[in-house]
């Protein structure tokens, strides 16, 4: 079986990590492919959503580094050969699921530890299994975060909470990541994957262009002040306003009817 399994089903890209031996845990190849799916999801008008999920108990737990091409190299190294190896690996994987202009929901089925937990933080919306576990590691193998988790993590839950997890290592179950704010519902294990379909196929009927704009809104508003904010907010709303959708939605409003959305 492939490595990565990927299906497209109405308008619904399923991106599913499938290496359930080794707990999901990325190579440089899987890593690349996962890159190359969200920027395909980017530009295919046929995608108005995407599910990142994986198979077994583990959703991903984090690079592998026992693979040759992951793995930190041995030899003499050359300075910032760490910095790029990261700049162009970890962080852009992490920068192509936030910047996916279509909603990117996680389903984490199992573990999610170091990159695998900030590849499922960075998603727009995060279902958690019962038995899902969210683990910063780093600090227990004497490094820094990288995968833009000093990034990801104070914008959820504050600075103090993601010192905890970062200084301590320690795993968080599914409630107590709901607790937190890292993920938005916690299910069943046996009911994860029919959640997701059902958040999905909501996604995927929704004004696909009025969502992107909404992303990017958000996810800048954690940097800018108020008036960079409310001036992105207004332009935004003007683009929108172009599309069909926005149109149909305020007819539909007007009729008194439901809205029927094409992603257009």
Not at 78 to 95: F, V
Not at 150 to 178: S, W
Not at 215 to 232: F, G, H, W, Y
Not at 239 to 247: E, K
């Amino acid at each position: 079986m492939p490595p990565i399994l990927h299906t497209h089903r109405d308008n619904i890209s399923w991106i599913t990590l499938n290496r359930p031996e080794v707990m999901n845990a990325l190579t440089a190849e899987q890593r690349d492919h996962l890159i190359a799916l969200l920027e395909a999801a980017t530009t295919d008008p046929a995608t108005r959503a995407v599910v990142l999920t994986a198979t077994g108990k583990g959703f991903c737990a984090g690079a592998d580094l026992r693979s040759p091409t992951t793995a930190p190299p041995q030899a003499e190294r050359i300075p910032g050969d760490i910095a790029r190896t990261i700049k162009h690996g970890a962080q852009r994987l992490i920068t192509a699921v936030l910047d996916c202009e279509k909603p990117v929901l996680a389903a984490v089925n199992g573990t999610a530890a170091g990159i695998g937990a900030h590849l499922a933080l960075a998603c727009d919306l995060v279902l958690a299994a019962e038995s899902a576990r969210f683990i910063e590691v780093f600090a227990r193998r004497g490094l820094v975060p990288d995968g833009a988790g000093a990034y990801l993590l104070p914008r959820l839950i504050g600075p103090h909470r993601t010192k905890e997890l970062m200084f301590f290592g320690d795993a968080i179950d599914a409630a107590d990541a709901e607790r937190l704010g890292l993920v938005n519902r916690v299910v069943p294990d046996a009911d994860l994957e029919k959640t997701a379909q059902s958040w999905a196929d909501r996604l995927a009927a929704a004004p696909t262009r009025a969502l992107a704009l909404t992303k990017q809104l958000v996810n800048a508003s954690l940097e800018s002040d108020r008036a960079t904010a409310l001036a992105a907010e207004a332009a935004a709303q003007e683009i929108n306003m172009t599309t069909a959708d926005a149109q149909e939605g305020v007819a539909a409003f007007v009729e008194r009817r439901q809205p029927t959305y094409r992603g257009k």
